[in-house]
């Protein structure tokens, strides 16, 4: 694995923080994924779709097709596993693909495993990593355990927005029926579900398809940020990148400082200028540059001879004193750790040395004296301060009450100015209100009492030759009036050839859903026209032409028999 070939910037990340990274992946290489995605998945659903409509079982294959969203899967992950480190797939590189990669994984993906919350998640540890049996158990343990219930929630957090998606498609088609048809075609989708015809079924099928292509490729994105997230918490990618690029930089620095320092080495007047010493001090020199333990062994050798011989010592030749100093330099070299004899030998290193002592150290119960106890203690011990901690305590206490007691003042302040602005806006606004409470309130004029002992005024009778006077009025420039009058002969038309009583202020609504108990279909049809030529004109304020209302006219007076 490269990690410095690496496309996006790694540190420690929350866990929603690593979901929208692998989205933002998945929006970056949109191209390269949902081109195979639909070359993979179209041909699918179409066979599945054909099979079932053959053997009248089009549910199962809206089943099958959400059952294998995790073989569809490694289309996604295929993608942006290579994209991460700069080597985008072509679309053929992965169609070709999803063949034979991973195949040991597809039984457990799509038997026990199928409905595993966490599967974003471990798809990647599986089908990257290519562990088997145990190792791939703890793997999946390691990565997944403290992100597990984020992976629940997104999974959740996906399947409802397919459901928004599938909702919103249906409702979306139907905005573009008219008003006038709602009912009708409501009334018709009921009875197609009841009856479950196939056409239903697929057109299902296909929105189901839609949802899944738009949501899962960004669910299987969030789940592979997951994963990058918790390997670099793990195993520190983001440290070893840094680290990494640094050995590069000194690696491709260290060829031209090592030429330069050998020419430094070399063209030196102190080296040209030195000479071989005599053999004596060469050997004095190198018994004093003796590893730290050998002096150790060869000063309690020493030492031990100078004891037992005192009086031959005094007697030696003045020669032998620079041998008592190198004895008296070995005993101090004694309080070196013995374990450091077992690191040099003959002057050669030897790591198995000292990795046995390092693990027999390590053995020594003392190097880690580490443990956890828990004690019981009485809640009067526990307040007990020390005379600083109450010193501070009453300095937090006293800065505590300033603060809390200059707030306090500026709400009242703030408190009292808000009433005042009351006060002043109730003086100013006096005139208005105050005789509410002199008069006990207002009375409004009393209309004339011949208006308000009055009753409601009826409906005008309908006119004997109704198209003649709709066509008068009309004539006269009173165009709404015509109008409101072709509307009223309409409806009362309608309502006694349907043989019912519509109620008071019935609606345009509620006339044409009373309209569909007209036997005929003509009917039906005129009186509809007629309903929205009036909202037109009353709502929209459109009138219609001069010829579209001969001709409306002409059809209502046909369809309900007016007296021309």
């Not at 190097?367 to 109450?390: F, G, H, L």
Request: hydrophobic share 45%.
């Amino acid at each position: 694995m490269k990690l410095e070939a690496l496309t996006v910037s790694l540190r420690p990340r929350t866990a929603w923080e690593a979901c929208e990274l692998g989205m933002a992946l998945v929006r970056s290489h949109a191209g390269a994924i949902w081109k195979p995605w639909l070359l993979v998945t179209l041909p699918i659903l179409v066979l599945l779709n054909a099979a079932g409509w053959a053997l009248d079982l089009l549910w199962l294959s809206g089943l099958l097709m959400w059952w294998l969203k995790p073989w569809f899967d490694r289309i996604p992950l295929f993608v942006i596993s290579r994209a991460v480190f700069g080597e985008t797939p072509s679309m053929r590189q992965t169609v070709r693909a999803q063949l034979r990669w991973g195949a040991r994984w597809w039984l457990p993906y799509l038997t026990w495993r199928r409905l595993s919350p966490a599967r974003p998640l471990y798809l990647p540890v599986d089908l990257l990593e290519g562990g088997d049996g145990a190792e791939a158990r703890q793997r999946r343990s390691a990565l997944g355990a403290p992100v597990y219930g984020v992976c629940a929630l997104l999974t959740l957090v996906c399947v409802h927005f397919e459901f928004a998606i599938i909702i919103g498609s249906v409702l979306g088609g139907l905005m573009f029926v008219p008003f006038d048809y709602l009912p009708d075609t409501f009334k018709s989708l009921i009875e197609a579900i009841g009856v479950e015809p196939q056409w239903l079924s697929a057109l299902f099928n296909v929105l189901a398809w839609g949802a899944v292509s738009v949501i899962e490729p960004f669910y299987v994105g969030a789940g592979f940020g997951l994963y990058l997230n918790r390997r670099t918490q793990i195993e520190g990618w983001d440290i070893e990148i840094v680290f990494r690029r640094l050995r590069a930089r000194l690696t491709a620095a260290a060829a031209p400082m090592l030429l330069v320092l050998c020419a430094m080495i070399g063209f030196s007047p102190d080296a040209a200028a030195q000479t071989p010493p005599p053999a004596a001090e060469t050997s004095v020199a190198a018994s004093t540059d003796t590893p730290a333990d050998t002096a150790t062994d060869l000063g309690e050798d020493l030492a031990a001879a100078g004891d037992s011989e005192d009086e031959e010592a005094e007697e030696e030749a003045p020669t032998e004193a620079p041998i008592r100093d190198y004895v008296d330099d070995a005993k101090k070299a004694r309080r070196l750790p013995p374990t450091l004899g077992e690191v040099y030998h003959d002057g050669r290193s030897d790591d198995r040395g000292l990795r046995d002592a390092v693990a027999q150290a390590m053995k020594d119960p003392t190097v880690a004296p580490t443990r956890k106890q828990s004690v019981w203690k009485a809640k009067s011990e526990s307040s007990k301060k020390k005379p600083e901690d109450k010193r501070d305590q009453a300095i937090n206490e006293g800065l505590f009450k300033g603060l809390s007691s200059g707030v306090a003042g500026f709400l009242q302040v703030l408190m009292w100015g808000v009433v005042a602005l009351i006060v002043v806006a109730l003086l100013l606004t006096a005139s208005r209100w105050l005789g509410w409470f002199r008069d006990g309130g207002i009375e409004e004029d009393e209309a004339p009492g011949d208006v308000r002992n009055a009753p409601l005024p009826e409906h005008e009778p309908l006119p004997d030759d109704i198209p003649t006077a709709i066509r008068r009025l009309w004539q006269a420039g009173r165009r709404r009036d015509a109008l409101a009058l072709m509307y009223r002969a309409a409806v009362e038309s309608m309502a006694q050839r349907a043989d019912i009583v519509l109620v008071p202020g019935a609606t345009e609504a509620q006339c044409l859903r009373a309209s569909r108990k007209l036997a005929s279909a003509e009917d039906r049809e005129a009186f509809a026209r007629a309903v929205r030529t009036w909202q037109y004109a009353a709502y929209a304020e459109t009138l219609p032409s001069g010829d579209d209302f001969d001709d409306l006219v002409g059809q209502l007076s046909r369809r309900f028999g007016w007296a021309a």
